[in-house]
């Protein structure tokens, strides 16, 4: 779990390593492919995102949008 106490600094959120390391490892204890619904929040749909998701082929990425 992630906190943020509003020291100078802190991260406010999860990061692209963050998510990677969640998703890998609730794919490994799950042991099956991942639907993920997302908004289109920026951090959600950058370049780093978007091979985030390429490289995990069990994982599915849906949007409101489609």
Same mark, same amino acid.
Request: hydrophobic share 40%; net charge positive; aromatic share 8%.
């Given at each position: 779990? $992630?906190?943020?106490?509003?020291?100078?600094?802190?991260?406010?959120?999860?990061?692209?390593? #963050?998510? &990677?390391?969640?998703?890998?490892?609730?794919?490994?204890? $799950?042991?099956?492919?991942?639907?993920?619904?997302?908004?289109?929040?920026?951090?959600?749909? #950058?370049? &780093?995102?978007?091979?985030?998701?390429?490289?995990?082929?069990?994982?599915?990425?849906?949007?409101?949008?489609?």
């Amino acid at each position: 779990m $992630l906190v943020h106490h509003g020291r100078k600094g802190e991260k406010k959120g999860f990061r692209e390593k #963050d998510f &990677a390391s969640l998703l890998n490892v609730a794919h490994q204890q $799950l042991g099956g492919n991942i639907v993920l619904v997302w908004d289109n929040y920026n951090h959600h749909v #950058d370049a &780093a995102m978007r091979e985030l998701i390429r490289k995990r082929p069990w994982l599915t990425v849906c949007s409101p949008e489609g």
